[in-house]
């Protein structure tokens, strides 16, 4: 085989050198965050002209961009009236029977039941006694005996049995399980109304079946 030209073979191997760099500089650039707007080839009706959040509006006389919802009026699917579905009062006091829109059946216990086991559980127990995984991992690591484990802290889960929990009407624990206590938050994001009256639901079961005396 005939020897190719020194010269020859060395440009070759600086051109096969120089041509990683490109890849490499894009591999580099896709990688790294930047300020800057990425390199948009078809701009469709990607970046249209409008006002941000927070941002100042001289169309307005206020010179702000965000608009206060019109005074007296709701948005469609949120007018929140219902005090008692909403918010568990009845006249000013906390309800003692389940709202209209719910209705109280073995169904609806089921389901409050099952809910109660998925959000409630971990903490307050399966009966309700502030006995959950949770809870107990968490009142071993406060009473090391040398200290608590990476100082933590905690405050012990409310029994659901206790005297002032026990004779609460089903619409203050509504309140609660909703906005939270104390230190417990609240879970008004997360599980719908519907769900909420079915957990203060089967909440109240569990305390008529768990503090029942033995003349009941
Ligand atoms: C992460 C743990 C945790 C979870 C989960 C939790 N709780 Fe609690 N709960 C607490 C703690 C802690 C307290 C006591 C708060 C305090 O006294 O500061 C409490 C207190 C309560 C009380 C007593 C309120 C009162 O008036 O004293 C009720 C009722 C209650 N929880 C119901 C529930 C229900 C129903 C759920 C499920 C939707 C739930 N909790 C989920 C930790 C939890």
């Not at 020897?3 to 990688?31: Q, T």
């Not at 006389?61 to 009062?89: C, F, I, K, N, S």
């Not at 968490?138 to 933590?152: K, Y």
């Not at 230190?183 to 079961?205: C, F, H, L, P």
Request: charged share 15%.
């Amino acid at each position: 085989m005939p020897k190719l030209p020194r010269i020859l073979v060395y440009s070759l191997l600086v051109a096969g050198c120089l041509a990683l760099i490109p890849p490499v500089v894009f591999a580099r650039m896709r990688a790294t965050p930047s300020p800057n707007r990425p390199i948009h080839i078809f701009w469709d009706m990607d970046f249209q002209p409008k006002f941000k959040t927070q941002v100042a509006n001289p169309l307005f006389a206020d010179g702000r961009a965000m608009r206060a919802p019109v005074q007296g009026t709701a948005g469609r699917g949120e007018a929140y009236a219902d005090a008692h579905l909403y918010e568990g009062v009845v006249d000013g006091q906390w309800a003692t029977a389940l709202p209209a829109a719910v209705t109280m059946d073995a169904e609806t216990l089921e389901r409050g039941q099952q809910r109660f086991n998925i959000y409630c559980s971990a903490c307050h127990g399966y009966a309700g006694f502030g006995d959950g995984a949770v809870n107990q991992r968490a009142m071993e690591l406060v009473s090391n005996a040398t200290g608590p484990v990476n100082g933590t802290q905690w405050v012990a889960a409310k029994s659901l049995h206790d005297e002032t929990t026990r004779n609460q009407p089903v619409g203050q624990l509504f309140n609660t399980i909703t906005h939270g206590i104390r230190n417990m938050a609240g879970y008004g994001a997360q599980i719908s109304t519907e769900d909420r009256w079915a957990i203060a639901a089967y909440v109240k079961a569990l305390q008529l079946s768990q503090d029942a005396g033995a003349a009941n």
